[in-house]
């Protein structure tokens, strides 16, 4: 079914084309032959075949994040934020292998909003592919969908993702004081637990424990659990017989309180604190957290043990970094009536040496019956290593009490994915990829918490890394362009790569591996080239422009343009003019990155222009023939003549400096003959004193063995 329009032109519907093949049609040209106004039959007047290779387009494919998970998990007091991905399959005739992704041409749309429908908010971030939305816009236990359409410009199909968001407060924070989770105490003793710096992570930092009178919406709840000990082991359980008495003396605070009786010798008592949110648990959601410690009575007239440190905070310790554990001993006293209790601490896993534990540490003590001693134990920097558990021992008598620290581990187990293996320098789209990384987070410990970044990098000359701007917190980066790999080894076109695999403190791993990216028709950069992907990269996205400016950074400063100076500085302001528009859409979460990749837009403009200036000043320094030193027979320009030319030399140069065109702030000119340094130096006005003429501080000159004092007269300006 062919439509013929007024002019001639003819167009076929695209439904004639089916599926993916290079079909041949024979189109035949027909008209009427009218003479005198009368026209006879439809002649035809000439066929010939066509040979039409169709085009197909897939609909977008659409990802949220890495596109495997529909439900994401937030707190309140978290800024969500998701990233969009999309690309289109194109297929040229009906051979597999033109079969490629398209990513340019594409138009983000979000939408967001409750399940239960009236509540819809907007992205607060300036890039299209990301939804943000900041903590505190969204309500807690509520759930929100998540709808990314992409379209696409050429086509008009369009593709979706949705994910569903769960919101839920933060974990309610109980802390108790004493920290340990056993504690050895004589019949009849009594103790306070302190549970006051429990809090609310949802709550203001200035409120956050809300226990003021008519706000307080933290519930503590105490409970007891006893048990009958026979050889050291649990019989049974009462929930009626505590053998401790509890009496609340403040909100978040209990006394403890042993009793005297016989029968309560040799049990063990499990006291439970619940922090509960009152408002939550009111309005249907039991939002709680607990916190136990085991009390164990004896007959024996012993030290009381105290940990005052948080040992929630010994788990994942930085073995770079000195840990500190206080504890304090009081009530010491010997079976039999001795005068004093010797207490100290002791560890299997470290020896105590010069080396290991800090001079402020107490190791050992003997401490009277009266009185209440501190004993902190301070382990130095470096003296534990990473992925080890270590037992600290505190003994007073027969009362001991341990405290267990664990040190963090770098990721490890995991491995970098290129695909494809090979291909041409600024044309193969590259996917690098970060396979199967773990982290040694604890069972006790939020996985969101802990999670792990990941670095992309590549250098052309095995010495220089470069970044690949990437969104925060993706294990892959897509659609990468790379320069050559032969930059600076003739013989191999093999790019070294490189991952950094960071956890939530700090430590991180390096994975090598190299993909081989021959030079091809784009690998030795000139500035149509440059130009060209620069506007190509500017049609997608602004982490596209970023992504495109470091590769072609990497190049060109690893030598790679065929560009005169004169270029190699236009190609300069190409480039920063891009990154600079860049970031006007670019998020937050990837501002570093981004001003990285500025940083280093700005350093080649400066090279490139200092270049050029040396060159543009060589070239003016070469018309003085000044006499070689040594040469007395050596003729060259006359004195005022040499020095007038170069004035001139100087003149230009320090206009290169003083013009802004770069940031340098030192240019430098050598021949044979002559050397010419023009610095730019700042310094601060003189102190005045009455009719004394006084000087600027001595200003070294750079290149020179000689020194200025400038002298400024009292009463001048400037």
Request: with cysteine.
């Amino acid at each position: 079914s062919m439509q013929q329009s007024a002019t001639g032109v003819t167009s076929l519907h695209r439904s004639v084309f089916v599926g993916n093949n290079t079909d041949t049609f024979s189109f035949g040209l027909t008209g009427s032959l009218c003479r005198m106004a009368q026209c006879s039959n439809v002649t035809t007047v000439v066929t010939w075949p066509s040979v039409v290779t169709v085009t197909k387009y897939s609909a977008p494919v659409v990802r949220i994040d890495d596109g495997t998970s529909a439900i994401v998990n937030v707190t309140t007091q978290e800024d969500l934020v998701l990233r969009g991905s999309a690309f289109v399959y194109v297929y040229v005739g009906g051979d597999s292998s033109s079969v490629s992704m398209r990513q340019s041409q594409l138009q983000y749309s979000w939408q967001f909003m409750s399940v239960s429908g009236g509540t819809t908010l907007s992205s607060t971030s300036s890039n299209p592919q990301i939804l943000r939305i900041a903590r505190g816009a969204l309500s807690q236990w509520t759930r929100y969908n998540a709808t990314l359409t992409v379209t696409d410009l050429v086509t008009g199909y369009t593709g979706h993702q949705v994910v569903y968001i769960n919101v839920a407060p933060p974990s309610l924070v109980v802390k108790l004081v004493p920290s340990q989770r056993e504690i050895v105490v004589t019949t009849g003793e009594s103790f306070e637990l302190d549970a006051t710096g429990s809090f609310d992570p949802a709550t203001t930092t200035s409120n956050r424990r809300r226990l003021t009178s008519g706000s307080a919406w933290l519930l503590y709840q105490w409970s007891c659990v006893s048990y009958l000990l026979v050889g050291g082991r649990r019989m049974s359980s009462s929930t009626t017989d505590c053998a401790v008495n509890m009496t609340k003396t403040a909100t978040g605070k209990v006394l403890v309180e042993t009793s005297p009786d016989f029968l309560s010798v040799n049990t063990s008592s499990v006291v439970t604190l619940t922090l509960r949110d009152d408002i939550a648990y009111q309005s249907g959601y039991d939002r709680y957290s607990s916190r136990s410690v085991t009390i164990t009575m004896t007959s024996q007239p012993v030290a009381s043990i105290r940990i005052l440190s948080d040992v929630a905070s010994f788990v994942r310790v930085v073995p770079s970094a000195a840990v500190t554990i206080l504890a304090a001993v009081s009530n010491a006293r010997q079976p039999g009536g001795g005068p004093n209790t010797t207490c100290k601490w002791f560890s299997s896993t470290l020896p105590f040496t010069a080396t290991t534990v800090s001079a402020s540490s107490l190791i050992q003590a003997s401490i009277a019956p009266s009185k209440s001693v501190h004993m902190p134990l301070v382990i130095r920097a470096g003296a534990l290593v990473a992925a080890g558990h270590y037992t600290f021992r505190l003994t007073c008598g027969s009362v001991w009490t341990e405290v267990s620290v664990s040190t963090n581990q770098a990721p490890y187990g995991g491995s970098m994915a290129v695909t494809p293996s090979t291909g041409l320098a600024f044309e193969t789209s590259f996917v690098f990829s970060a396979v199967g990384w773990t982290d040694d987070i604890s069972a006790q410990e939020d996985p969101s918490s802990f999670a792990l970044t990941y670095t992309f990098q590549y250098s052309p000359t095995n010495a220089q890394w470069t970044t690949i701007p990437n969104f925060a917190g993706l294990t892959y980066v897509d659609d990468v362009v790379l320069p050559s790999g032969g930059l600076q080894n003739t013989t191999s076109a093999m790019l070294p790569l490189r991952l950094l695999v960071a956890d939530a403190v700090g430590a991180s791993t390096v994975f090598h591996t190299s993909v081989e990216v021959t030079a091809g028709g784009k690998g030795n950069v000139t500035l149509s080239t440059l130009q060209g992907l620069v506007a190509n990269a500017s049609s997608v996205s602004s982490l596209r422009v970023q992504q495109m400016v470091a590769a072609l950074l990497a190049s060109v400063s690893a030598g790679s343009p065929s560009m005169s100076l004169t270029s190699q500085v236009t190609a300069a302001n190409t480039l920063l003019r891009a990154v600079n528009a860049s970031l006007l859409t670019t998020d937050s979460a990837e501002s570093i990155q981004a001003n990285q990749v500025l940083a280093d837009a700005i350093a080649y403009q400066t090279a490139a222009t200092v270049a050029l200036t040396q060159a543009q000043a060589k070239e003016k320094l070469a018309a003085l023939f000044a006499p070689k030193p040594g040469n007395a027979s050596s003729t060259g320009s006359s004195t005022s003549s040499l020095v007038s030319q170069t004035s001139n030399v100087l003149s230009f140069l320090s206009d290169a400096l003083l013009s802004g065109a770069s940031a340098a702030s030192s240019i430098s000119v050598v021949t044979d003959t002559v050397r010419i340094s023009v610095s730019v130096l700042s310094f601060s006005n003189a102190t005045q004193t009455n009719g004394t003429v006084a000087f600027l501080p001595t200003i070294a000159v750079p290149d020179s063995k000689s020194s200025i004092a400038i002298a400024q007269t009292a009463g001048a300006a400037g």
